[in-house]
Nanobody
């Protein structure tokens, strides 16, 4: 089992910045990818960004150039630096960890409890 604890959400004005953190604990042996998903009201959960153990990253087109994902392997912590925030970034952000089987297939994902990000215009 893997436990994920998120922090860093909140309310920010458009154009502002926030940094989300997610710390993993438990059996990380099969985990080789960590990332962030988000879900806005009435919408499906979508991938925001992920980072694999090699350091390779992937971003949703909507956040490229504004968001940066990074990780501290020694602390089992992944970060999401969000800059130039827009109202459409408002959502619950979920940390996730899994075994990346293919470029787009996650096996046995674990999820955090979610943290609210609200961007006011």
């Amino acid at each position: 089992q893997v436990q994920l604890v998120e922090s860093g959400g909140g309310l920010v004005q458009a154009g502002g910045s926030l940094r989300l953190s997610c710390t993993a604990s438990g059996s990380m042996r099969r985990i080789n990818v960590m990332g962030w998903y988000r879900q806005a009201p009435g919408k499906q959960r979508e991938l925001v960004a992920h980072i694999i153990n090699s350091g390779s990253t992937k971003y949703a087109d909507s956040v490229k150039g504004r968001f940066t994902i990074s990780r501290d392997n020694a602390k089992n912590t992944v970060y999401l630096q969000m800059n130039s925030l827009k109202s459409e970034d408002t959502a619950v952000y979920y940390c996730a960890a899994a075994e990346l089987v293919t470029a787009s297939t996650w096996r046995n994902p674990y999820w955090g409890q979610g943290t609210q990000v609200t961007v006011s215009s």
